[in-house]
Structure formats: C-alpha cells, structure tokens
C-alpha cells in the first residue's frame, strides 16, 4: 500500500508540475485547424502559395480576429522535419546540430506568443531571399553570448540562409525540453497541408465561424480539420500521462481503504477477545483515555513497521519511476514522509473507533463476558 500511495503522490506532483511548466509560448485564446488543399486544383507552388496568402489576408480581416498565422507544425505535437544545419566553412568534423524546421507565415510567432527576442520576422520583401528565424537555443549553440542576427548558417554546401530573428525556446513535447528550431518562410516550400491558428481577444471559440468563413470564402472546397484550443492541444499531448496518474490514483486509493479496512477489522477483533483485561483495567482505576491510548498504541506497532517496510520497498522502486516523471524524483524525502503521515492518520483513525468503543464498555459488563 505504501508503495502503490508513494507512486500515485510523485505522478500527481509530477503531472502538477508538468502542466504549469513553460512551454515556451502564451496562446490561451489560439483556436487552431487543420486544413488540406485538394492535390488535383493546386497543383503548382504559386497556386498554394496564392491560396495562403488570400485565406491570411481573409481572416485577418475578420471581426474579433486579432491575428492569424499558418504553420507545418505546432508546438506540443512532436518533433518532425528533423534536418541539420551548421556553419559556412567549418570543417567536415564540426559538429551540425539536429533542428526542427517549421514553415510559417510571417505572423506565427506573435499569434502563438512565441516571445522574439532579437531581430524581426518575416516580410514581403523577404520572397526571394533565403532568410529564416532561429531559435535561442540555437543561437547560443553557434554565437554563444553574440547577436546571432545578420550571421549565415549552411544547410548543404552552398545553401545558405541569413538570420534575421531569433525567437525564445518552444517545446515540441511537453514533457521533453525544448528543442532547436528553425522558421522558414512558408513560400520557401509551399505546404499543401498546414495548421491554421487565429488568436482572438478572449475565448478562442468566439473566432470559430471566422476560421470557417476565411476558408469558405478563400476556397470552398478545402475542407477543415475538427478546431482545438491550445488549451486542447496541450491535454492531448499529456493525455498518456494523465491516465497513468489516475490509474495509479486509482489502486493507491483502493489499497489505503483496504488497509484502513483490514486495521479496523483486526484491532476491533482484538478489542473482543480482550474485553475481559479491558474491563479489569478499568475496574482497577485505568480512565477510558489510557484504554484508548493502549488499543492505538498496540493496533499502530505493525502499521509503523509496514510503513518502514513500504518506504524502502519505495526507494526500491524508485528507478522504474524515474521515467514516468518530470522535475520530481521517486525518492523525495518531502513526499514519502507526506504520504508515511496520511497512511499514519488513516490507520490511526481506523484503530480509533474500535479504542473508542472498548473505552465505553462497563466494567462490571466487561468481567461477566466470557
């Protein structure tokens, strides 16, 4: 039981700490969507290209719309587009570290609160260029302390980009840091399938019918993907950790009321078959509070040494734990002791009751039972 409550405390204190952690952006009024252009009618670069600007241009204009963007990926949907990217130059040894590419539109970063800490974002005039937006994890890989902004990086031999941003660290999964990133204006590629995000000044459903509108009016036969809040997108990506906690939630409570049960039943047990020494104690003198004193004290001894036992079966356990959590380690003195505390109230409390009732026996009562 000690070990089944020490697990299910550190996955709550984990998930508690993994839902508040910074995730490295601030959408709480994003809605976003899924949408896909028909392969047959968009055919060409430019024809997908002109379609993302109309439907952007479209929904920007729509009421509540604060902004709008497009995108490859968001974040908390996993890595993807996994590339490398190093420095004109260097040697072939150099180290190329991996990046995550997103293709974007020029106001991704401010319409997911994605913070820009140097530089600017893309424009018009950037069509043509081969320009990106970095991230600061992967300006300080490459100009640790140095502005980043203006500097070349190198794909392949001859494929450079210019730095004109660098934007703060976004997570692709919750649970794992940050990762390297790397925006590329959306023309570069000219995506057929993208998520579309619209932040609006309050609850992000309210720009729902905006979202469907820009699409209907752009182009009718794009269909759209079910929408989901960041909020929503955020609870799917933990969702497996989510029910793992509950499981474990589950059995640990099941095996606290088991436990609690099973005193009872043993030290009301107990109490009957010493009813006769009960009532001989009280009938020399002893007061109904050192009765109930001696029956916790001697219903508390084993419980303490499963404590004990359960406690180190914990540590025991603690490596199987380690992966399942985040920011809290399975051997936390703070929450084993918290959790040794409540198995010790319960059980306390299920001797209480049957000490309680041996206290109220008579005595005379109590020498006649046999």
């Known amino acids: 039981g000690m070990v089944l409550l020490v697990t299910a405390a550190v996955m709550a204190a984990s ?80 180290r190329r570290p991996n990046v995550n590419v997103r293709f974007v539109s020029s106001e991704y970063l401010r319409t997911m609160g994605i913070p820009l800490r140097a530089g600017r974002t893309f424009a018009e005039s950037d069509r043509g260029r081969q320009v990106v937006i970095i991230s600061q994890q992967l300006a300080e890989a490459f100009w640790p302390g140095r502005d ?37 204006p959306y023309w570069e590629w000219a995506p057929r399938t993208v998520s579309v995000v619209a932040r609006s000044s309050g609850d992000p459903r309210a720009v729902a019918g905006a979202l469907r509108e820009a699409v209907r009016v752009t182009d009718p036969e794009v269909a759209l993907a079910p929408m989901r809040t960041v909020r ?36 009301s047990h107990g109490v009957a078959r010493r009813r006769n020494e009960v009532g001989i104690r009280m009938a020399l003198g002893a007061s109904p509070a050192s009765v109930i004193g001696m029956v916790i004290r001697q219903g508390m001894m084993p419980v303490v040494a499963g404590i004990a036992a359960g406690a180190a079966g914990s540590l025991a356990a603690a490596r199987v734990l380690e992966s399942l959590l985040y920011e809290v380690s399975p051997r936390d003195p703070a929450i084993i002791a918290a959790v040794a505390l409540a198995l010790g109230l319960t059980a306390a409390a299920a001797c209480y009751i049957p000490a309680r009732r041996a206290a109220q026996v008579d005595p005379l009562e109590a020498l006649r039972y046999e």
């Open 15 to 94: 998930f508690m700490r993994l839902m508040s952690a910074d995730k490295g952006f601030e959408a709480p009024s994003v809605l976003s969507t899924k949408i896909s252009m028909p392969s047959a009618k968009y055919s060409t670069r430019e024809q997908r290209n002109a379609f993302h600007a109309r439907l952007l241009a479209t929904l920007a204009g729509q009421p509540g719309v604060l902004s709008a963007a497009i995108t490859t990926a968001l974040p908390l949907e996993g890595e993807t587009w996994v590339d490398s990217i190093g420095l004109p130059g260097a040697p072939q040894t150099a």
């Open 148 to 184: 980043a902004v203006g500097r070349t990086l190198e794909r392949n031999p001859g494929d450079t980009y210019e730095v004109i941003g660098v934007a703060g660290d976004v997570r692709a999964e919750a649970h794992q840091p940050p990762v390297a990133m790397l925006y590329r």
């Open 232 to 267: 929503e997108i955020l609870e799917g990506s933990v969702e497996t950790r989510r029910f793992q906690m509950r499981l474990a939630a589950v059995f640990a409570g099941t095996a606290l009321l088991l436990a609690a049960l099973g005193i009872y039943g043993v030290v």
